[in-house]
């Protein structure tokens, strides 16, 4: 079997922790500027500097390197000091663990995530649902280098092609998500794009942004399977 990259989306996807990522920006945004959180962004389908940008310049906070790096370390403290309640106030999407787990035992297929979270974040989310054990952080695409989420998979494969010494073609990576951002950052990069409906996009949504596969869910570990490793 050829080798193939699969890179998943987080949130909305893997996992669901729509009740706390407002709180955490809240919480960031007080430490780092002492400004009280007022405008929230639309957040899906975005990188965490594009999230933050977002969120500083709506506050009248200056954009500076140096603020959107504080945010940044804020961010992941606050999610590592919610690592526990995390568990309790969110949840793994249905099929997720099944999914990975599956994927893991298909010769060829590695594992990885394209998502606008940091690493670190990433990290504690999936961690929290024992989602982690079968995706390699070592090379994803994650929200901190890039405004632009189809920079992410570029950096993913360049990543993976460097520690596997193998070449992933376009149209071996497959982009896994639940927005039509996640799917045109496939079609920009040429490759395979699975929408799944268990976000805010349903099915339509996902097909008219020009998905090759859409999902109800992560449920059908059989349908998962076919859609990724063919």
Do not use: C
């Given at each position: 079997m ?9 949130d ?9 990522g ?5 919480r960031?945004?007080?430490?780092v ?5 007022q ?6 389908g975005?990188t ?9 310049a709506?506050?009248?906070v ?29 949840n793994?999407?249905?099929g ?10 298909v010769p ?7 998502t606008g ?5 990433a ?11 079968h995706?390699d ?7 901190a280098?890039s ?10 494969v360049?990543k993976a ?24 950052g ?7 794009a ?9 099915e ?10 859409v999902?109800p ?14």
């Amino acid at each position: 079997m050829t080798a193939r990259l699969v890179l998943w989306d987080v949130d909305l996807t893997l996992i669901d922790a729509r009740s706390i990522g407002v709180d955490w920006y809240r919480r960031a945004l007080s430490e780092v500027t002492g400004v009280r959180l007022q405008h929230v962004p639309d957040m899906a389908g975005k990188t965490e500097l594009a999230i933050t940008g977002e969120v500083l310049a709506a506050h009248d906070v200056d954009t500076a390197a140096d603020t959107v790096a504080a945010m940044f370390t804020a961010l992941t403290t606050v999610v590592l000091a919610d690592r526990d309640a995390l568990s309790l106030r969110g949840n793994a999407m249905p099929g997720a663990a099944q999914a990975l787990a599956a994927l893991a035992e298909v010769p060829g297929v590695v594992q990885s995530l394209v998502t606008g979270n940091l690493p670190e974040v990433a990290f504690h989310k999936l961690d929290a649902f024992g989602l982690h054990r079968h995706v390699d952080f070592d090379i994803g695409g994650f929200g901190a280098e890039s405004l632009h989420r189809h920079d992410l998979i570029s950096t993913a494969v360049a990543k993976a092609a460097a520690k596997h010494d193998a070449e992933f073609a376009p149209e071996s990576v497959i982009v896994v998500g639940d927005t039509p951002r996640d799917v045109a950052g496939a079609l920009h990069h040429g490759a395979i794009a699975v929408g799944v409906a268990s976000g805010r996009s349903d099915e339509q949504e996902l097909r008219a942004a020009g998905a090759h596969v859409v999902l109800p869910d992560l449920t059908d570990t059989d349908a998962v399977l076919k859609a990724v490793a063919g």
